[in-house]
């Protein structure tokens, strides 16, 4: 399966899902990375790793659904058939959306659907949860919504900063997002009633508490 990659900025997740892809159990290709800001690390990674990159400043078109339309030509222009947004600092319109319905995902800093948009790790913080962590979805046109596909738990540490709890969830990002791309690389991702079906995929019983049982 040919996936386009839109980023940025950093790019560590992308590194992850191209990283993922160079795996020979993993039947998917990266064939594009498009970013909207030029000289950023991610399209670095990109030529490194010999994959066609393209810079779309949007700031040069009319509009989002200009530059949306010029994002999907493309795309499709590389023959890619799926999307991944990797840190993709834009919000898209609903005609994109449609377009690459249940062919566009994207990775979250949070357990969706708790703290959508930005600064997600300082108001976790600040509420005291006890858990953050991250989750891989498919893109629906309100922000940070749409069926589930994978989610990582990281505890939150009574002494946190924003800036170590992100990094603990950014290593469990780059753990799922490359596994839900070779999910869907093989085939095996389903959205029935705007819910995610894994083929052959059975969770884990149990919970995950914080703090444990206080001895
Ligand atoms: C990640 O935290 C991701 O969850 C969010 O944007 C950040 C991108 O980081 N959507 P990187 O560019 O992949 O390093």
Known sequence: MKFAVLISGRGSNLQALIEACRDETCPGEIVLVVSNKADVQGLERAREAGIATQTLDH???????????AMSAAIKEAGAEFICLAGF???????????????????????LPAYKGLHVHERMIEDGARFGGCTVHFVRPTLDEGPIIAQAVVPIRPDDTADALALRILKQEHIIYPMALKLIAQGRVRISAERVLIDGHHPPEGALINPQEAS
């Open 59 to 69: 700031k040069a078109y009319a509009d989002r659904e200009t530059f949306d339309a």
């Open 89 to 111: 600092m834009r919000l898209l319109s609903d005609a994109f959306v449609r377009t690459w319905r249940d062919k566009l995902i994207n990775i979250h800093p949070s357990l």
